[in-house]
């Protein structure tokens, strides 16, 4: 039994899973949101507040691997510490109250453990681009049995919530803005992209943005991860997701089946990227996979 920790800018999530070589067989999956990276987003500093729900849930997951057997759990943290300017003080606190040490993921590999684990958990073959949208960053990676290249791009669902969307609910202009910056830093990577596919590419999304637009798609009033897992997702659904959510507030946002309340208020950002790539990169559907780097993470040990 293996367990790994993803302490991300949004969430802290916890994977307790069978590792059968390549195999992952999740037996446990937990996330609490923290929003550790709202700071970062504003200054470029973790907030205390932010850092001791981060701490804390920590603690519990290590307690829940402890229980299922797990005797060495791997943390790991993304773009939320990477970028902090207190990182080093996280770490050090991290440390001293739970006696572990984070590893803090360079974006790039985080890019290349998405892939991995995304290929891992739905069995592709070809050409394949995975995309993960995150709290504070957005990572693609495109190749065929390998990765080909990968890129991490500093835009994400809380970073670009408090960048662009201030209204509630989101004026048109600044969705607008929003695409525009989006296009502008990844038009460089999308034409990569094509000349890669020749029009042959199958698309990943993982991440809560696309999981959370399955949900909604599906109506689940309670999250199954298995019945998200290798969903297909259409441009239509996600431009019918994205209506449905910009024709509300906050609070009746909250109350859409599928959509975790937690994440109501930044939920259109991180849907509006995932409709900006595909549209890049010329695609009509993505597959969601529930595997993601964490998958990879714990094959790769």
């Not at 307790?16 to 970062?40: C, H, M």
């Not at 290929?119 to 990765?147: F, W």
């Not at 004026?171 to 990844?186: D, F, Q």
Request: with cysteine; hydrophobic share 45%.
């Amino acid at each position: 039994m293996r367990a790994c920790i993803d302490i991300g800018s949004n969430s802290v999530r916890l994977l307790v899973a069978e590792v059968n070589e390549k195999k992952v067989i999740p037996v446990f999956k937990k996330l609490t949101t923290t929003r550790l990276g709202s700071g970062v987003a504003k200054d470029g500093f973790l907030r205390e507040e932010a850092v001791n729900s981060t701490i804390d849930a920590v603690k519990e997951y290590m307690g829940i691997a402890k229980n299922y057997g797990v005797k060495k759990v791997i943390a790991f943290a993304t773009s939320a510490v990477r970028e902090a300017k207190n990182r080093d003080e996280f770490l050090k606190r991290v440390k001293e109250a739970l006696g572990m040490d984070v590893l803090v993921i360079p974006g790039e590999k985080e890019a290349v453990l998405s892939y991995k684990g995304a290929r891992y958990g739905l069995g592709l073959k070809g050409k394949t681009a995975v995309i993960d949208i995150g709290g504070g960053s957005t990572e693609i990676t495109y190749g065929e049995q390998i990765p080909e290249e990968s890129r991490s791009f500093q835009m994400g669902a809380v970073r670009w919530t408090q960048r662009f969307l201030i209204n509630d609910p989101p004026l048109k202009a600044e969705m607008e803005e929003l695409c525009r910056a989006e296009k502008e830093m990844l038009m460089e990577f999308a034409q990569k992209i094509h000349a890669f596919s020749k029009g042959d590419l199958r698309a990943v999304a993982v991440g809560g943005t696309a999981t959370t637009a399955c949900a909604i798609k599906l109506g689940l009033s309670v999250y199954d991860w298995k019945k998200v897992h290798g969903q297909i997702l259409s441009m239509e659904d996600v431009e019918n997701s994205l209506k449905l959510l910009c024709s509300v507030p906050l609070a009746e946002r909250q109350k859409i089946p599928g959509l975790m309340p937690e994440r109501a208020d930044i939920i259109i950002a991180g849907i509006l990227i995932l409709k900006n790539i595909m549209e890049m990169i010329d695609i009509d559907k993505v597959i969601v996979s529930e595997a993601d780097l964490m998958d990879a993470i714990l094959v790769e040990g």
